[in-house]
């Protein structure tokens, strides 16, 4: 018997799913994500548990108008009313924002956005695999709409102008 899918983790790059390089001073995503790597050794979730799509590996920064609108059609297309995106911390609540504009598009769906100020690959003390955790768990209980989810609170779109 297999478990049903609980929720879709939608990964899109950012900070929580980077690797730091020493030679930029700063994180770089990594091609492919890790994140269901770590939710299967670090949280013993099943990969039949959840639904994985990666949309792209880029920094919030250089996002583009056209991969918000691949992030709203990954969610428009998921099967699962439960629905984790990760993205970098820089433009979290402008993402929140752009996707509550379309919230028609997926009613019914609970979308928790999430990440991270510091990658959960390379750091012992990385705030993303928290982050993750709580995102997960508040996509399966928390009522339909947009939410952030960051140092254990959710947010709504319009509730913070920024992270950092």
């Not at 478990?3 to 983790?9: K, Y």
């Not at 730091?20 to 770590?38: A, M, N, R, T």
């Not at 433009?91 to 752009?98: H, N, S």
């Not at 990440?115 to 508040?138: E, M, Q, V």
């Amino acid at each position: 018997m297999t478990n049903p899918i609980n929720f879709h983790l939608i990964t899109t790059g950012g900070t929580i799913d980077s690797y730091y390089d020493p030679d930029q001073c700063g994180p770089l995503c990594f091609e492919q994500s890790v994140l269901p790597k770590y939710l299967e050794q670090h949280c013993a979730l099943d990969k039949d548990a959840y639904q994985f799509s990666q949309v792209c590996m880029k920094d919030s920064r250089e996002m583009t108008t056209s991969d918000r609108e691949d992030m709203l059609a990954a969610i428009v297309n998921s099967q699962t009313k439960a629905i984790v995106l990760t993205h970098g911390s820089f433009t979290l609540f402008d993402l929140g924002r752009f996707l509550q504009k379309h919230k028609a598009s997926y009613a019914g769906k609970t979308v928790i956005l999430t990440g991270s100020l510091r990658p959960i690959d390379g750091f012992t003390y990385s705030d993303g695999l928290f982050n993750l955790g709580a995102a997960c768990l508040a996509a399966q209980y928390a009522p339909a709409g947009i939410y952030i989810c960051i140092q254990g609170r959710l947010y709504g779109p319009e509730e913070r102008e920024l992270w950092h």
